[in-house]
């Protein structure tokens, strides 16, 4: 994987003195967490999945997490799983590349009990684009068993594959149950800290849990609950630098195209006839 693969060496040339190094999937974890970049989620049945993969990454993309959990129906999961599989098979046999950069891909699943179905399904040929998996609602329970799916898949393919929780639930939001929940997520991470290359942030699922959807050109940190909360992840799940926690994903959906001004140039007062109110 490599920063800024889709452009032109002549323009990379232009651009970087030093120019981006290729990132290998098993290099350095905190690098390698750091440089997932703004990471694209897309659900697990969409039509054509490769080639929506491969033409993200043609316009650099450099992580993409294909989703069986919250993107898609209860009852679609059969088919989601399906699909999901298919694309894999379809990307180990042609891998999408942006110049030598190949893009990190996880799959976010649902149930622990998909980790192993699909690695069977896949294989060890079937999984070489697969870089891990996503972990919703991550929590003391099941997060250790969670943890060790993803490291027996790891063995029964015969190379790592990286595991990236994320932190949704109820337990962590809450004010009176926050400190013991994640430091009880950040003994987890510790023990297991050589296979979780990231801590994600399920900001949508924290914000439903007070019944707000955050506007389109509000950025979450001016969601108060939804802030300290953050704030409370990286005191604990960050501190010292050994967990790389990652910002919460944005809900985006393309449409005409949008200016964003800062609220801190905005008057109260608007502007008549030339004359700004006083």
Known sequence: MRHFAFLDPSVV??????????????????????????????????FQLAHDVRRQTAAGVTSMV?????????????????????????????PPRSGAGMPLLFVRVRAVSQIPDLIGRLGAAGAACLAGFVLPKFSEEGGEVALEAVLRAADTIGRPLWAMPVLESPPVINRETRVEALG???????????????????ATDLCGLFGLRRDRDLTIYDIAVVRDCI?????ICARGGDHIVTGPVWEYFA???????SSLRVTPFEQVEGVDGE
């Open 184 to 202: 009880a997520v950040r003994r987890l991470v510790d023990k297991h800290a050589d296979h979780v290359l990231a801590i994600r942030l399920g």
């Open 231 to 235: 704030a409370d992840i990286v005191n």
């Open 66 to 94: 294909l989703c069986l959990e919250d993107a898609i129906a209860d009852t679609e999961v059969a088919a989601a799983e399906t699909n999901v599989v298919a694309a894999l098979l379809d990307l180990a046999d042609d």
């Open 13 to 46: 040339e232009a651009l970087f003195y030093r120019p981006p190094e290729e990132i290998p999937a098993d290099g350095d974890r905190r690098l390698l967490a750091t440089a997932l970049g703004a990471t694209l989620y897309a659900p697990g049945t969409r």
């Open 255 to 261: 449409a005409a195209e949008r200016l964003f001004v």
